[in-house]
Protein backbone atom coordinates (compact mmCIF):
# COMPACT_ATOMS: atom_id res chain seq x y z
CA UNK A 1 0.00 0.00 0.00
CA UNK A 2 1.15 3.73 -0.85
CA UNK A 3 0.91 5.85 1.60
CA UNK A 4 -1.15 9.32 0.24
CA UNK A 5 -0.62 12.58 1.19
CA UNK A 6 -2.97 14.75 2.68
CA UNK A 7 -3.26 18.09 0.61
CA UNK A 8 -2.00 20.95 2.20
CA UNK A 9 -5.35 23.25 2.89
CA UNK A 10 -5.24 26.90 1.22
CA UNK A 11 -6.70 29.56 3.14
CA UNK A 12 -7.99 32.62 0.71
CA UNK A 13 -7.41 35.45 3.03
CA UNK A 14 -9.25 38.80 2.12
CA UNK A 15 -7.32 42.20 2.61
CA UNK A 16 -9.35 45.04 2.33
CA UNK A 17 -7.43 48.40 1.15
CA UNK A 18 -8.57 50.04 4.44
CA UNK A 19 -6.86 47.19 6.55
CA UNK A 20 -3.94 47.38 4.18
CA UNK A 21 -2.96 50.70 5.34
CA UNK A 22 -2.02 49.50 8.17
CA UNK A 23 -1.90 51.48 11.70
CA UNK A 24 0.64 53.04 13.60
CA UNK A 25 1.64 51.67 17.08
CA UNK A 26 4.51 52.09 19.27
CA UNK A 27 3.48 50.27 22.32
CA UNK A 28 1.42 46.86 22.90
CA UNK A 29 -0.29 46.10 26.21
CA UNK A 30 -1.13 42.34 27.16
CA UNK A 31 -3.87 41.05 29.07
CA UNK A 32 -4.76 37.56 30.06
CA UNK A 33 -7.92 35.62 31.28
CA UNK A 34 -7.48 31.79 31.19
CA UNK A 35 -9.51 31.66 28.29
CA UNK A 36 -7.83 34.60 26.09
CA UNK A 37 -5.26 36.76 25.49
CA UNK A 38 -5.77 40.52 25.03
CA UNK A 39 -3.59 42.74 23.08
CA UNK A 40 -4.21 46.51 22.81
CA UNK A 41 -1.64 48.79 20.16
CA UNK A 42 -1.15 51.80 21.04
CA UNK A 43 0.06 54.94 19.66
CA UNK A 44 1.97 57.24 21.95
CA UNK A 45 2.83 60.50 20.97
CA UNK A 46 5.96 63.34 21.65
CA UNK A 47 4.77 65.11 24.48
CA UNK A 48 1.37 64.04 24.47
CA UNK A 49 0.15 62.63 28.04
CA UNK A 50 -2.71 61.07 26.74
CA UNK A 51 -2.09 57.49 24.04
CA UNK A 52 -5.21 55.89 21.92
CA UNK A 53 -5.46 52.60 21.78
CA UNK A 54 -5.82 52.14 17.84
CA UNK A 55 -6.70 48.21 17.71
CA UNK A 56 -7.70 45.55 19.96
CA UNK A 57 -7.06 41.90 19.01
CA UNK A 58 -8.46 39.02 21.33
CA UNK A 59 -7.23 35.54 20.84
CA UNK A 60 -6.99 32.02 22.41
CA UNK A 61 -4.22 31.08 24.49
CA UNK A 62 -2.88 28.65 21.63
CA UNK A 63 -3.47 31.71 19.15
CA UNK A 64 -1.20 33.77 21.48
CA UNK A 65 1.23 30.59 21.59
CA UNK A 66 1.63 30.46 17.81
CA UNK A 67 1.91 34.10 17.94
CA UNK A 68 5.01 34.09 19.83
CA UNK A 69 6.49 30.90 17.81
CA UNK A 70 5.87 33.28 14.46
CA UNK A 71 7.48 36.26 15.59
CA UNK A 72 10.45 34.49 17.21
CA UNK A 73 11.05 33.13 13.90
CA UNK A 74 10.45 36.57 12.20
CA UNK A 75 12.68 38.28 14.52
CA UNK A 76 15.54 35.71 13.56
CA UNK A 77 14.96 35.84 10.37
CA UNK A 78 15.41 39.84 10.38
CA UNK A 79 18.06 39.83 12.44
CA UNK A 80 19.96 37.43 10.22
CA UNK A 81 19.61 39.88 7.44
CA UNK A 82 19.62 43.69 9.25
CA UNK A 83 21.49 42.53 12.32
CA UNK A 84 20.92 42.13 15.75
CA UNK A 85 18.05 44.50 17.44
CA UNK A 86 19.52 46.47 20.06
CA UNK A 87 16.53 47.27 22.73
CA UNK A 88 16.36 50.91 23.49
CA UNK A 89 15.75 51.65 27.17
CA UNK A 90 12.37 53.05 26.82
CA UNK A 91 10.28 51.69 29.49
CA UNK A 92 7.52 53.39 30.39
CA UNK A 93 8.23 56.01 32.99
CA UNK A 94 5.21 57.26 33.56
CA UNK A 95 2.11 55.58 35.42
CA UNK A 96 -0.51 54.30 31.99
CA UNK A 97 -4.19 53.97 33.07
CA UNK A 98 -6.91 53.25 30.85
CA UNK A 99 -9.71 55.55 30.62
CA UNK A 100 -13.28 55.69 28.65
CA UNK A 101 -14.01 58.35 25.60
CA UNK A 102 -14.65 61.51 27.04
CA UNK A 103 -12.83 60.85 30.32
CA UNK A 104 -10.10 63.36 31.32
Keep these: MSEQKKPDQQI???LSEEVAEGVYCNLAMIAHS????????IR???????AKVKSRVIITPEHAQRLLAALKDNIDKYEAAFGKISPQDEQSKFPISFGTPGEA
Design 44 to 50: MMPGVPK
Design 12 to 14: NVE
Design 34 to 41: NSEFVIDF
